[in-house]
């Protein structure tokens, strides 16, 4: 109820803020850039909400596959959180009089690095848990293919285990490490009181090495976007080879892992971007606004896409189901019919025989194909040496032939002898 509450009151945090104008100095008044970030902000707090009632409901009402959406309820409440500290931080840095810069401000001096710390750090919680949401949906559809085929096929390779899990610790602890070693930095040169020149030196150390932590952590994100396609492709081909056919990973590799891959490309992109050899100290403040804008829609637009997409997959609960997949396929093929050897003699004309035909005066019968009982050579009658031309009577045909009775002058047809 209270994350429900956080979301609905995040996505009025900007109605809210543009109606707070005491004065012209003391009013909240963001520039174009700042406003259109404040509106992108709400509107995630909207989808997050939704997100979240979908998950609950998923959660519940899924038998069998609830592995996926027991991962990404705490996902998406770490990234509902991140975007409301990040709103709340957001307004107070664009009112000057809830600025804790300000000389006279009552604000803690503490409290815009809190909330940045706090936005940030949920947010890499919230990659690790996405992470693990796409692994638990790979992990449930090998299961299934093991099911679905005996034992042949599926089942959970040490080898990817380890590095699932590999991935997941280093990637939360360096996420974890590089925002606490931050704020730690905050506390500790936030005091104007206590600052000396000659902690300056100390202090950009800090801010290096936090922002080597912050490089591995990206580091090790980009690796797990790369496992999550490796193990996506495994699986399918592993489906393949079985011969059967599974719809949600069809939809894993050709959607999930694309959209998963550009999340991975975009943290690289802007990583390179905010660093020292990306954009100039000298840019003005557009430019860094301009970034920010660009980082919030498109990675964490991305992000939602892909929530979205798996609670998508739970509408159609039998495809999670072993009896959901499809059939093997059928492979057609060629298979030639035996040899038939008859006992006797067949009624009706086979293959390769020739049944009466004609044969011309003098000449042997056509060549003819050899049957099962055929012989291998038609005889034929041989004209009478005596007459030219005459033809030899029963008693006088070549032997193992055989000339029918005919009357004069009607056409000698050869047989097959039985």
């Known amino acids: 109820m209270l994350f429900l509450l956080t979301c609905v009151l995040s996505s009025f945090f900007l109605p809210a803020a543009c109606q707070f104008d005491d004065s012209d100095s003391d009013g909240f008044h963001p520039d174009p850039l700042t406003a259109g970030l404040f509106g992108v902000l709400c509107i995630f707090a909207l989808l997050y909400g939704v997100l979240s009632i979908w998950t609950l409901v998923a959660l519940f009402t899924s038998r069998g596959h609830r592995g996926p959406y027991a991962f990404q309820f705490p996902a998406i409440l770490f990234f509902a959180w991140s975007n409301a500290a990040y709103i709340g931080w957001l307004i107070i840095e664009n009112i000057p009089v809830l600025n804790a810069n300000s000389f006279f401000s009552d604000v803690p001096v503490l409290l815009l690095p809190s909330l940045g710390f706090v936005s940030n750090l949920l947010f890499d919680w919230g990659v690790v848990l996405q992470f693990l949401v796409l692994i638990a949906v790979l992990w449930n559809r090998e299961t299934v293919l093991r099911i679905a085929t005996d034992g042949k096929f599926g089942g959970h390779h040490p080898v990817l285990i380890a590095l699932h899990v590999t991935l997941a610790t280093l990637t939360f602890i360096f996420g974890t490490a590089s925002e606490a070693y931050g704020m730690d930095t905050a506390v500790k040169f936030n005091d104007t009181d206590r600052f000396e020149s000659r902690l300056y030196r100390e202090y950009l150390h800090r801010i290096q090495v936090r922002q080597q932590l912050n490089y591995v952590f990206n580091a090790f994100a980009i690796l797990m976007v790369i496992d999550v396609a490796v193990t996506t492709s495994l699986l399918w081909r592993a489906w393949r080879k079985a011969g059967i056919s599974d719809k949600i990973t069809n939809l894993m590799l050709y959607v999930v892992v694309p959209l998963y891959s550009i999340f991975g490309l975009l943290l690289m992109i802007f990583t390179i971007l905010f660093s020292p050899s990306g954009l100039s100290a000298d840019a003005g403040p557009e430019v860094f606004e ?45 298979v030639p019919q035996p040899q038939y050897i008859y006992a006797a003699p067949p009624q ?13 005066y003098g000449q042997p019968q056509p060549q003819m194909y050899a049957g099962p009982d055929s012989p291998q050579q038609m005889q034929y009658a041989q004209p009478h040496e005596s007459a030219p031309g005459s033809y030899a009577s029963p008693m006088q045909a070549s032997p193992g032939s055989y000339t029918p009775p005919h009357a004069a002058g009607q056409p000698v047809y050869a047989e097959k002898t039985g």
Do not use: C, D
């Open 290 to 334: 301009g970034a920010n804008l660009a980082y919030s829609i498109l990675v964490t637009g991305i992000s939602i896409t892909i929530l979205f997409f798996i609670l998508a997959l739970s509408v159609k609960k039998a495809y999670w189901n072993p009896g959901g997949v499809a059939e093997p396929s059928k492979q057609q093929y060629w």
């Open 348 to 360: 009706v004309p086979q293959a390769g025989y020739y049944a009466q035909q004609p044969m011309a």
